[in-house]
């Protein structure tokens, strides 16, 4: 053997450039199922299974093409706890201290290759519309980085619903059309779902036994696991989905986990789908015209907009980027975000499907948990942990920026131009989950009221020194200002009788 091929469980791409790089006739590919890995944090025992059956899979299909692949499994006696580990094992076994790896999705395994000793050379992991380089030429010397701007140069590269050097319809963003509440349709079609196959079900026995005390439900298991059912769950929502997606975007509906999302961001970060051949289907039905353009650019704009965005800021800020704290906030995650009593509704909603499904779309993530967890002043680093351990999709270049940045504002503005909280009356506004709860919508005070509505005063007023300026939170505090002081007391007091329970563990 002359290389070590080194493949990482989000690494599962034909097209790997490390893959490419490499020689089938000497070079032997590396997977590994590592403790390491899989416990950095307490993974969703879904999440765990999806990467090793999506491995297993992956490294049977390279073996057919004619790859020498040394799989290591996480119950083989010999495997070792850590990806260097492994790799070291592997050296020492075929005699050859060279490693060819694409680079890692995470600072924290990009630090421990470069430490290892071995002969390691890092690729660009060319899966993505913009390279890190291209990302750092654009964000040189701007004073602010805004996703807004830098959306059309994707588009321009991509050539994604332009028309010349204009984009189609005229207009960069259609997002004026995409607020719409939903309202319950029996007839809405599911993600694609797909029964474990034998490979499948050896790993859910092997993860149930190893990380079922984890949190999360392991079964029923319906993810792909191989790229051919990867492009069936495209087509399905290509076909039956993408129609609604811009108009109920924002929208949440407790007996709908899924509404008009994709819920393929769990085999995009993996690499069984590309994001421009997603975006190309997805153009494909716009020009067909088969969706509305305010689906089709609203979808598109989420992959070659915000993820490319989102994967720049990550490697530009640098390896402490998820321990930032801006706002300086330290109460510990409240006991609900486990599935503890809680009387909210939205709350207990988002967290159950989050334990069933290992999924919750964005406007649960950021609006419902996320806003949550800023108002209540809960430190951020927990709350990055929380979304990078419960989620499918969730691998520290895309759930860092969107935890720590856009939804906790620990970053002090670099993703968000503010930081996004409200009211109960949004959640109200976009979701079923108010005529359900405990608590009541309507009432800013007293021990009925929407923490929401408690929460969010209290947040403004701890932070009206930093925020009284910005010009789009100005408004706020006027608002504030005019109220009468016995109404304000009343707010405060509501509020810190919430964190108090909070602090106390006691249910909210
Ligand atoms: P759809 O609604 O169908 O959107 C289509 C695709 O667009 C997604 O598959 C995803 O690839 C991409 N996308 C949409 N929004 C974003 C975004 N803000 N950043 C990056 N890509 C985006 N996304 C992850 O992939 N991994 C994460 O760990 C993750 N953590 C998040 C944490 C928080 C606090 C928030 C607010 C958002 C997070 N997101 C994350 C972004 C977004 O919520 C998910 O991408 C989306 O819910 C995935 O479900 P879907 O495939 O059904 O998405
Ligand atoms: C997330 C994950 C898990 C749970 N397990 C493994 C594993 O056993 N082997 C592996 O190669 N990769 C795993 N991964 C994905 C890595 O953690 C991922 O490559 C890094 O977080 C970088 O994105
Ligand atoms: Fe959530 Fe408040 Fe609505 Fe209850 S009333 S569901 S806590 S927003």
Redesign the pocket.
């Known amino acids: 053997v002359k290389r070590l091929v080194l493949i990482l469980g989000d690494q599962l791409s034909e097209g790997l450039s490390a893959l490419r790089e490499a020689d089938k006739a000497t070079d032997l590919v590396v997977m590994a199922e590592v403790v390491g890995e899989a416990a950095y944090v307490r993974h969703h025992p879904k999440k765990i299974a999806l990467i090793f059956s999506a491995m297993r899979h992956c490294a049977e299909k390279l073996r057919q093409n004619g790859w020498q692949v040394a799989y290591a499994k996480l119950d083989d006696p010999d495997t070792s706890p850590s990806i260097v580990g492994e790799l070291l094992r592997r050296a020492e076994g075929h005699g050859t201290s060279e490693v060819i790896a694409t680079r890692p999705g995470e600072w924290r395994l990009i630090e421990a290759l470069e430490a290892a000793p071995l002969a390691v050379t890092l690729l660009p992991d060319d899966r993505f519309v913009a390279s890190l380089e291209e990302f750092n030429t654009w964000a040189e010397g701007r004073k602010q980085l805004r996703m807004e701007y830098f959306y059309p140069d994707m588009r321009r590269k991509t050539g994604l619903m332009m028309e010349g050097d204009q984009p189609a319809g005229g207009k960069w963003n259609f997002d004026h059309d995409n607020r719409k509440p939903a309202s319950d349709d029996l007839f809405r079609p599911e993600p694609l779902q797909f029964e474990p196959d034998e490979i499948t079900r050896e790993v859910l026995d092997l993860v149930g036994a190893r990380f079922g005390e984890n949190f999360g439900s392991l079964r029923p298991f319906w993810f792909a696991v191989t790229r051919e059912q990867a492009l069936k769950a495209l087509d399905h929502f290509a076909t039956h989905l993408l129609a609604g997606?811009g108009d109920f975007?924002d929208a949440m509906l407790q007996g709908d986990r899924f509404l008009h999302?994709?819920?393929?961001?769990p085999y995009?970060?993996i690499g069984l789908l590309d994001p421009i051949e997603i975006c190309q289907r997805v153009e494909e039905e716009w020009s067909a015209g088969r969706v509305p353009i305010n689906a089709a650019e609203g979808?598109i704009r989420?992959?070659i907009g915000?993820?490319e965005y989102?994967r720049g800021i990550y490697f530009r800020e640098g390896p402490d980027y998820p321990s930032r704290n801006a706002l300086g906030h330290t109460r510990d995650l409240p006991w609900m975000y486990w599935g503890g009593e809680t009387g909210m509704n939205c709350m207990a909603h988002a967290v159950e499907q989050t334990r069933e499904e290992a999924?919750a779309?964005?406007i649960q993530?950021?609006m419902v948990t996320?806003n949550f967890a800023l108002l209540a002043g809960v430190d951020p680093h927990q709350v990055h942990e929380w979304?990078?351990s419960v989620?499918a999709?969730?691998?520290e270049w895309?759930?860092a920026p969107?935890?720590v940045g856009?939804?906790q504002f620990a970053d002090d503005g670099i993703i968000a131009s503010k930081p996004y909280v409200s009211s109960g009356n949004y959640i109200d506004r976009m979701s079923d989950y108010c005529k359900s709860c405990a608590y009541s919508v309507k009432e800013k005070t007293g021990d009925r009221a929407c923490p929401f509505n408690l929460l969010y005063w209290d947040f403004l007023i701890r932070h009206r020194e930093r925020f009284s300026n910005n010009p789009r939170m100005g408004q706020m505090y006027r608002t504030w200002d005019r109220m009468d002081e016995g109404r304000r007391g009343a707010v405060l007091e509501g509020a810190g009788r919430i964190l108090t329970r909070l602090d106390g563990g006691d249910p909210v």
């Open positions: 997606f975007q999302h994709s819920v393929l961001s995009l970060n979808y989420q992959i915000w993820r989102v999924y779309h964005h993530r950021l996320g979304y990078l989620y999709d969730a691998y895309v759930e969107n935890t856009m939804s």
